[in-house]
């Protein structure tokens, strides 16, 4: 180990010499370059000095008109003044660089030494930088005003020329060069020191990804909700702490996220334990239906319920008919919206840990004369626990930060994630915009930390080796057909709204003109047709890198211990708490800019995807991860096994469930995302539920029903391609008994 540190150190000295070696000349040629094009620029400019005094002026303002364009300024001195004494007239030219020379060019050495050199018909830079009014960082020019008549020195020519440039490529180089170091530091530290390279590796790749596009962009966030005016301020949250409309917005989203998440999980947790743990009737239909909302953009269903329930909707009317009033704004009717909207979070994280609990604890339990349902109470729920808070958790999480359906249906209800959108795109403040969003943080962080600290505290390990091949029926005909019956009716429900999305896509335009028409569907393909790629493209890109990302992690969260595990864990489920404008704009403010420019390319729409939905498929994967005995990789490991065998041919074939769903989850949040990826769209790469959108808000609902009709199919077909290419792990087929 000592000789392995020694030659570490070496290496790492010769980079640092050799990195230094090429960062000198890089920089120093780079200056050369700059200065050598400002002193070119200087030259031409003097080169053209009037011949007659009276022109002088109106030379120096044809120079100012394009004074931003040429990133430069200018005044001239009509004598050359001697050291220790002022100038005997103001400066003509640029006013603040003039007020410069009047109190500087009496005793500083360096407008002493620029004077000299121009007498000498020499042109002079200043080796400092100088603020010149407002503008810092000013490199400033003396060169001699010759006339070209007389060919004698009239003055003194001063320009000030902007060095942001210089600054910002610096600034760059250095990230750089420091960015490389650090790479090849952990490089060569894994393999030269590390005893298990391939988890060093992954480790920094995590920690590199969630610090670049996580912390890094969240830090700009809240950096701007203490910026008021170009200033450092406090006002924007004190406005906001102080502020009761915005305190009504966080205990209405309080209210709205907790109803919403424990319904949702109740919802989820029945429909995924009919298909995984009963032998019920019509499985295939009753998973389809239960994917079916996450698939569709939200503010569809959110439209297809005022369509029916509304003020003016079809079923509302006819209960007015019967003498019955019932509005669906308000509370009540977000919790119905966001509830069929978000329980196949639920459901999809349910079915997953369900799929993996072994059935011989149960099958012991009924052989030991205990009820089905002390059985259920006693062994599978307890077992479910872990999946339960993670629904629960991601469902309260998608909840606070939902803002579509709020937008159409809160009525005199206030969210935060509403007035926040409202503070962005309505009133274009953006730090108020932004400190309602991060206010979310603090309920779910709170979540997050209780669900941790008491799954921490139980073991769920049930899988010890192969599992069992069989699952033991719990359920009674009667309970079974109670649960079914219930599941069937929000089908119904279900079919119902999305009934109303298909017909709109065969009349003129559903809520105005009810005419039959065909005309919707050719128009909508039509202007759809680059959308529909770029948004199909995008997403499946996403889904695998996704998937895979979310098991690696939840498998060093799992089964390794290293420094900063809690605070990476925190980090990676930080996206899901935050609203999507949020994440947009910050996105926005911290890749427009060097040393990462992303905006505009199809890179930041993808690693947005990535990043927001990667909580879904570790949290589905550290739900498995804890009921396989970890006994099974070590015995792989002692027999010879890396880390990357043993993730390949162990782990992620039997947390395939939890995979399988993490990409289904990324690539249908990709087709269906709005609220992030309408400040990240370009003209080049433009995306479907955008434009599903704006003919909605157009009342163009037959355009946006043919478009939603087409993503559903989409997405139902990458489904079905997706089972047949992945093929079902033997170990986890559960047959009931």
Request: proline share 4%; aromatic share 12%; hydrophobic share 50%.
């Amino acid at each position: 180990m000592k000789k392995r540190i020694i030659h570490f150190s070496l290496a790492i000295l010769f980079v640092i010499l050799v990195g230094w070696w090429i960062y000198s000349s890089v920089r120093d040629e780079f200056m050369k370059q700059s200065r050598d094009s400002q002193r070119r620029t200087v030259e031409t400019i003097i080169a053209g000095f009037p011949s007659e005094p009276q022109d002088i002026e109106g030379w120096l303002a044809r120079l100012a008109e394009d004074k931003d364009k040429n990133n430069y300024t200018a005044a001239f001195i009509n004598e050359i003044p001697e050291p220790g004494k002022n100038l005997s007239e103001t400066p003509k030219g640029d006013s603040e660089l003039a007020k410069l020379l009047l109190e500087n060019s009496a005793w500083d050495t360096e407008f002493t030494k620029g004077f000299e050199y121009a007498s000498y018909e020499e042109i002079y830079r200043s080796v400092n930088n100088w603020t010149v009014g407002n503008k810092e960082k000013q490199a400033l020019f003396f060169a001699p005003a010759v006339s070209l008549k007389t060919h004698d020195i009239e003055g003194v020519l001063v320009f000030a020329f902007n060095t942001d440039g210089e600054q910002d490529f610096m600034n760059m180089l250095h990230m750089l060069f420091l960015g490389a170091f650090i790479l090849f530091f952990l490089v060569t530290w894994q393999l030269m020191v590390s005893r298990d390279p391939i988890v060093g590796f992954a480790l920094a790749g995590l920690f590199l990804m969630t610090l670049t596009f996580i912390a890094y962009p969240l830090f700009e966030a809240v950096r701007l909700s203490f910026m008021e005016n170009g200033r450092f301020s406090l006002s924007i949250w004190k406005t906001i702490l102080t502020t009761k409309g915005y305190l009504s917005a966080l205990w209405g989203s309080l209210q709205l996220g907790c109803w919403t998440a424990t319904f949702s999980t109740i919802i989820g947790f029945m429909f995924a334990f009919v298909v995984s743990r009963t032998n019920a009737p019509l499985k295939k239909l009753i998973t389809t239906m239960g994917i079916l909302p996450v698939i569709s953009p939200p503010f569809s269903l959110t439209l297809s319920i005022i369509l029916l329930f509304g003020n003016n909707g079809l079923i509302t009317r006819w209960l007015r008919v019967i003498g019955l009033n019932f509005s669906i704004y308000g509370l009540p009717g977000l919790v119905i919206v966001q509830t069929m909207g978000m329980f196949p979070i639920a459901f999809l994280t349910m079915t997953g840990v369900l799929q993996g609990i072994d059935s011989t604890f149960e099958e012991a339990s009924l052989n030991l004369s205990a009820t089905r349902l002390k059985t259920f109470t006693s062994i599978t729920l307890p077992l479910a626990v872990p999946g339960l808070l993670s629904s629960w958790l991601l469902v309260f999480t998608t909840s606070l930060a939902d803002f579509a359906n709020p937008l159409l249906l809160a009525g005199d209800l206030k969210v935060l994630s509403l007035e926040s959108y409202i503070e962005v795109t309505g009133m274009n403040r953006l730090g108020h915009g932004a400190a309602l969003s991060l206010l979310l943080l603090l309920p779910t962080l709170t979540a997050f930390l209780a669900q941790r600290f008491w799954i921490s505290k139980r073991s769920y390990v049930t899988v010890t080796g192969k599992p069992s091949g069989r699952i033991t029926e719990l359920t009674t005909p009667r309970v079974r057909r109670v649960l079914t019956g219930i599941i069937f009716t929000i089908i119904i429900i279900l079919v119902m709204l999305y009934g109303t999305i298909f017909a709109g896509c065969f009349v003129k335009n559903w809520g105005i003109d009810y005419t039959f028409s065909l005309e919707n569907i050719t128009e909508a393909l039509t202007r759809s047709r680059d959308a529909l790629i770029d948004t199909v493209t995008l997403s499946a890109v996403a889904a695998p890198a996704a998937g895979i990302i979310a098991m690696i992690a939840a498998l060093l969260i799992v089964r390794k211990k290293f420094f900063g595990k809690k605070l990476l864990e925190m980090l990676l489920m930080t996206p899901f708490a935050l609203p999507g404008t949020l994440v947009g704009i910050s996105y926005i403010l911290a890749f427009n800019h060097a040393p990462i420019i992303l905006v505009g390319t199809a890179a930041i729409i993808i690693i947005n995807y990535v990043i927001r939905e990667l909580p879904v498929g570790i949290e589905g994967g550290i739900d498995s991860l804890k009921q396989i005995d970890p006994s099974i990789e070590e015995a792989a490991t002692d027999l010879g096994a890396d880390q990357a065998t043993v993730f390949r041919t162990i782990v992620l074939p039997l947390v395939r469930p939890a995979f399988l769903s993490s990409m289904s989850y990324t690539f249908v949040r990709s087709m269906t995302a709005v609220s992030a990826v309408i400040f990240l769209i370009s003209a080049r790469w433009y995306h479907l539920t955008v434009l599903i959108y704006n003919f909605s808000e157009n009342l163009r609902f037959g355009l946006a029903s043919v478009l939603s009709t087409v993503l559903i199919i989409i997405v139902f077909t990458a489904f079905g391609l997706m089972r047949l290419l992945v093929r079902e792990n033997a170990n986890m087929i559960k047959n009931v008994t």
